[in-house]
Every structure is written in structure tokens, then in C-alpha cells.
């Protein structure tokens, strides 16, 4: 875990108000693993940081997706090059790509594509090719940038591809790593019970200390979405307690 | 010029005056990045006799300048903290005092009594912001009787260091204060969060789902430096300031306005380094001023 006064370096929008920045973040872009977090602070901000999955790394640097849906999202896309943000990460546990799977679906909605560019990245490390699927309500709410052997559009208005949802647009493949509203989890949980999904949560520390992230088990109980999560075993979570109405990104 | 930092609360000696608020620190075992050679003392996480789950959640929301949170006291229990965290606590180089909660005055003798002598526990912090369930859910440090009745139950089953954890939901603290120290406290700690509540227009419910929960952070600092100030005028054992510190200038206030010593809480979630930084910014603040040691440092406690 680094603490850190990442410059940013670049920006661009990947879909209708969603934008990727770029930080420079050596420690973090060369020790982050898929479905793992940076939370950043920024000033003027929040009080506190809000955390964000690391979208993809390129040498240095680190990236981060976001759209903004209130003030904080709106002060960190009014900075400027050379600005700074704190960065404290990488942070959870992130997704594990075991031995043996041939394919994989990597399943996002929305701003759920976050931990996907390095899913992908890993899984054809590890030699498994990757079915892309990404979902948004339509075609100018797509995340443009997509990374798979097989790429899946999804629509739920059919402006782009399946007419539908992303969990309904997916094929048949070894394992499934999903992302996105916590609903859009909860009916991966039904379809696929081992699947790996990265939850969000309202999040204060983001290091384990203030058990806001609460994940409600299955087995009963609560575990930290920064600490032993944010990515879980789909049917490990009990989705009746977790709020449904959180959107992904809640952030900020 | 170095700058004398220790100072003593009751019998206990600590290196500095900045100490981890208990909650925002965990079992002091989490994070690596903590600069611990400024940690005066630390707080553990509050802690009942049986191990507790905890609320659902949504657990904690922004507000402007500060946060709610409602975690319910998630922990393991004493029997988990004398077996996972206090052997490690016995090889730290700062003393640890184990915030305690009970549902009666019985619980909190009794949690006195097991941890009484565990190597690693140094003293003991009361958090009487609990329902009191012999008196109908009444919280305990509402009423200067049944706050006394918790110290007391404390102070006879250990020899060890009995801080109290204040509420600023009173309509006194002086009178609470003084029952506390009429009952044994060595220190009282002041003060806890503010009960809040913070509405979603979207579900048109609270954004907790425990309803409310306690407010820290910028937002209660006045609140909070006035309440420990009135707190320090009505004792004379030692008040440790707690409210809203986020840097050196908001500890100082509070040590000017008559605490021995500070708790810094909602920070350290900001930044895991916070209390080095209010540490080294008071010894700066003192060095300027040409004072040798924070003995020194003149305090606003008019007798009036």
C-alpha cells in the first residue's frame, strides 16, 4: 500500500460523460492487480477520499473511470494537468484467475467496466481467452474502449447490439467476472453462483479500519468490501441486505 | 530546538499528546502506512463481552465537513481481542487502552475484570453512549447517577487507568463530568459523536439504515472544543480534547482550551499518517513560540 501524489497526466471521454484519468502512480501501476482500488482524495474535495477500481496501467501510470454525479466527481474533472490527487493503494482484494479455465466473460454494466481492462489483460496472461461484455441503458452510455477475443454489446433501449441486458447477453464460457449496479450482481448470482463480482459500497478508510464497507454474507455476518473484498464469490453475498439502490459509482 | 512532547494523563506517561481515537484505528493491527513513532497512545475499537455483528449496511454517509456512521460496535468480543489483538499490543512501544460497552453497569465490571492484567491492555476507556437496558434503553451518559454507576463498576474491578468517554448529548457535560470523577475516572475523553440523521430524496428514507448515527469530523469541532473546555473547567482530573481534529491547529485549540492531551479520529480515514502530522505541527507551533515543552503551553481556563 503506497501513499501518493500522483499528478494527473491525461484525460479523455470514453462515452457521453464518462471520462478515463490518467495519474502518474509508479508504485501502484506496478503492483495493482485486476478488480483492486485506488481511493483518492483531491482538494477542494470531499472530506473523505472516494475509491475507484484501477482501469488500466501503461508504464507509470494508472487509470481511473468516472462520470460525474455529484460535486466531488464534478472538482475532480475540473482539474487540470500537473494537478494533483492523493492516491492511496492498491488497495482489496481483487479477482482471481485460477489455473485450468480456457474462456472467461467479463460482464460490466455502466460504470462496472472499471476493473475490466486489467481483467482482461491477466486472463490472456494466464492464456484464457476473453468474451467481453459490456452493457449500458444505450448506445451513447456504452464505454467505447473494449479489450476481448470476443466483444458483446448490450443495450437496454437496442441502440448497440443485444437488445437487453449485459447478464442476458452473455455466452457460454468457463468462468464469469462481473461488475456494475449491485442489482445487475444479484441476477449474476442467480445465473452463475461462483462467478466473481467486485461490489461497490459506501466506503470511509478504504484500509479496513472503519467497518463502514460492510458486505453482508451469505453465512451471516459482514466482511469489508476494502479488505477482504470488493471482489466476492457472486454467491457468497446475501444481495437482500446489500442496497440494490446503489448505483455503481455512487462516488463522490 | 526539540520540544518536550510527553505528558501525563492520570499515572499514565505518554510520549506525545496525540492519541488514536477508538474506532478510527481498529485494533491498531490494519494499516501499514501508520507513522507510529507520534502515537501517544492508542484507543482500540469498542469492544462488548460477547463478539457482535454489527449493523447492516448502508454503515456510514458524507455530510458537509463530516460523516455519520452507524456500525453498530461489529467486534469479536473480549475473549477474540485477549487472543488475536493484545499479545501484539504487548510488544508496541505505546500503551493501549481498551474502549469497553456494555448493556448494564455489570457488563462493563466484568469486561474490566477479564482484561484486568492481560499483558497488552494498559487502561481502559469507557464508551458510556450505550443503551442502558436495565433502565429501558436510557443511554448511560445521559444520567450524572448511572454514569457514575458505570465508572464505579469499572474502578472496583481494576487498578489500571479508567478513562471516560463523554456524550455531547446533554444538557450539562459539567454535571456528568464531575459524577465520573466522584466516581473514580482518572481522565475523561470529550467527547463522543453527535447523533445525526441524513435523508436520501431519492428513496425518500435515511441513507442509514440504522436511521442515525454519530456525527464526527470538521463539522462538530466548535462544538466539541467548547464542550471539553466546559468539561476541563468542571474537573480536575485531565480531559482529553476530541472533535473534528484534522490538523495541528484544531489539536491546539483544544489543549488551549484546557486538555491535556487529543484524540484524532475521522482524519486517520483521510490520511493513515494524520496523527504524525498534528503531532510534528503542535511541536512546530510550540517551538515558534518559544515555548521548551507543551507543559508550557498557557491554557484559557477562566475560574469564573
Not at chain 2, 494523563?9 to 510520549?15: A, D, I, K, N, T
Not at chain 2, 464508551?127 to 454507576?149: H, K, T
Not at chain 2, 474491578?157 to 456528568?176: A, E, F, H, S, Y
Request: with cysteine.
Amino acid at each position: 500500500m503506497f501513499l501518493l501524489e500522483a499528478p494527473l497526466v491525461a484525460r479523455r471521454e470514453v462515452a457521453r460523460g464518462m471520462f478515463v484519468l490518467s495519474l502518474e502512480a509508479p508504485q501502484i501501476a506496478n503492483s495493482v492487480r485486476a478488480g483492486q482500488f485506488v481511493n483518492l482524495g483531491w482538494s477542494p474535495g470531499p472530506l473523505l477520499r472516494r475509491p475507484f477500481s484501477v482501469y488500466r496501467t501503461e508504464g507509470d501510470r494508472i487509470e481511473v473511470i468516472l462520470k460525474a454525479v455529484g460535486a466531488g466527481t464534478a472538482q475532480l474533472l475540473a482539474m487540470t494537468a500537473r494537478d494533483t490527487i492523493s492516491c492511496l493503494g492498491p488497495l482489496g482484494h481483487g479477482f482471481d484467475l485460477p489455473a485450468g479455465p480456457r474462456s472467461v466473460a467479463l460482464v460490466s454494466g455502466g460504470l462496472g467496466v472499471a476493473p475490466m481492462p486489467l481483467a482482461a489483460r491477466e486472463a490472456r496472461a494466464a492464456g484464457i481467452s476473453v468474451t467481453w461484455v459490456h452493457g449500458a441503458r444505450s448506445v451513447d452510455e456504452l464505454c467505447s474502449e473494449a479489450d476481448g477475443d470476443e466483444v458483446i454489446w448490450a443495450t437496454d433501449d437496442g441502440s448497440r447490439g443485444f437488445a437487453g441486458t449485459a447478464v442476458s447477453a452473455v455466452p457460454e464460457t468457463d468462468i464469469v467476472l462481473a461488475c456494475g449496479p449491485n442489482r445487475m450482481l444479484a441476477a449474476v448470482a442467480m445465473r452463475w453462483p461462483d462467478a466473481q463480482v467486485a461490489v461497490e459500497t459506501y466506503m470511509g478508510c478504504g484500509t479496513g479500519v472503519c467497518l463502514g464497507c460492510a458486505v453482508p454474507l451469505e453465512r451471516g455476518g459482514y466482511d469489508r468490501a476494502c479488505k477482504e473484498g470488493p471482489v466476492y464469490r457472486a454467491a457468497d453475498i446475501d444481495w437482500s441486505v446489500l442496497p440494490a439502490h446503489l448505483p455503481y459509482a455512487i462516488s463522490a | 530546538m526539540t520540544v518536550e512532547m510527553a505528558v501525563e494523563v492520570g499515572e499514565l506517561r505518554l510520549r506525545g499528546p496525540v492519541l488514536a481515537a477508538s474506532g478510527t484505528f481498529g485494533y491498531g493491527t490494519e494499516v501499514p502506512l501508520l507513522e507510529r513513532r507520534a502515537l501517544g497512545a492508542m484507543v482500540s475499537k469498542g469492544i462488548f463481552l460477547r463478539p457482535r455483528a454489527g449493523t447492516p449496511p448502508p454503515r456510514i454517509v458524507e455530510t458537509p465537513s463530516g460523516m455519520l456512521n452507524a456500525i453498530g460496535l461489529q467486534g469479536p468480543g473480549v475473549e477474540g481481542l485477549i487472543r488475536d489483538y493484545a499479545p501484539q499490543w504487548a510488544q508496541w512501544d505505546f500503551p493501549v487502552l481498551v474502549n469497553i460497552n456494555g448493556e448494564t453497569a455489570a457488563e462493563y465490571g466484568e469486561l474490566a475484570a477479564r482484561l484486568d492484567g492481560v499483558p497488552g491492555v494498559a487502561g481502559f476507556e469507557i464508551n458510556i453512549s450505550c443503551p442502558n437496558v436495565e433502565q429501558g434503553g436510557l443511554y448511560f451518559g445521559n444520567d450524572p447517577r448511572a454514569a457514575a454507576a458505570v465508572t464505579e463498576a469499572v474502578r472496583k474491578r481494576t487498578d489500571l487507568p479508567v478513562w471516560v468517554k463523554l456524550t455531547p448529548m446533554v444538557t450539562d457535560i459539567g454535571v456528568i463530568a464531575r459524577a465520573c470523577e466522584a466516581a473514580g475516572a482518572d481522565a475523561l475523553s470529550a467527547i463522543n459523536t453527535f447523533v445525526g440523521m441524513s435523508i436520501d430524496l431519492n428513496t425518500r428514507q435515511p441513507r442509514l439504515s440504522f436511521r442515525t448515527g454519530g456525527l464526527s469530523g470538521p463539522a462538530i469541532r466548535p462544538l466539541a472544543v467548547h464542550l471539553a473546555h466546559q468539561a476541563a473547567r468542571a474537573v480536575s482530573i485531565p480531559v482529553i480534547g476530541i472533535g473534528g481534529i484534522m490538523g495541528a491547529e484544531d489539536a491546539l485549540e483544544f489543549l488551549v482550551a484546557g486538555c491535556a492531551a487529543v484524540q484524532v479520529g475521522t482524519a486517520t480515514f483521510v490520511n493513515p499518517n494524520a496523527i504524525a502530522g498534528v503531532h510534528d505541527g503542535i511541536a512546530a507551533y510550540l517551538a515558534s513560540h518559544g515555548f521548551a515543552s507543551l507543559a508550557e503551553l498557557p491554557r484559557y481556563l477562566p475560574r469564573d
